[in-house]
């Protein structure tokens, strides 16, 4: 993954449990996400709550870790311009897990995304022990089109579904 940009550190929890924050949608590709981006925000928040009640880490993607109130100890970004999909980010947090003896996850999502993150993650390896969702996930604002509303999501996901299908990543 020469594309992924990886910054991290040690975890400081003593479960072997990991939170997992997966973006649903940007706001601003050339710019860093604001505070009034509400998606990430409320999956940061979602995201926070798991890991201060269960003291593990936050593995987060850069929309969710810039919106994080607490340590972030890994923050997967792009490169440049490229956005990483879900089984980029996917594959960049299992290696940081596994150099870390960790194989369980709570899986942090946008409601209509978590089938295929909780069906990738578990292809990948980890053992999904939870998802939490959030209710607000659509963003008139994105640069997504397809994060914008339920109709443009599924025209998006559909072959997106297929085509992960087909490649054997879920």
């Known amino acids: 993954m020469s594309n992924t940009i990886i910054t991290g550190s040690e975890p400081t929890q003593t479960a072997k449990i990991a939170v997992v924050g997966l973006s649903f949608g940007c706001r601003g590709i050339q710019l860093r996400p604001t505070n009034d981006d509400p998606v990430h925000v409320d999956l940061a928040q979602a995201g926070d709550a798991f890991a201060e009640s269960m ?30 999909d879900t089984r980029q980010v996917l594959v960049a947090t299992k290696k940081w897990c596994d150099k870390h003896d960790i194989t369980d996850v709570i899986l942090v999502c946008a409601s209509h995304h978590q089938w295929r993150v909780k069906l990738s993650a578990k292809k990948i390896g980890f053992n999904v022990i939870g998802v939490r969702t959030i209710a607000n996930q659509w963003d008139p604002l994105s640069e997504q089109w397809w994060t914008r509303g339920p109709k443009r999501f599924w025209i998006r996901e559909v072959p997106t579904f297929v085509y992960y299908f087909l490649r054997g990543w879920i």
């Open 55 to 84: 003291k593990a880490p936050r593995l987060y993607q850069w929309e969710i870790a810039d919106q994080a109130t607490g340590k972030i100890d890994l923050c997967v970004e792009r490169n440049g311009m490229k956005y990483l």
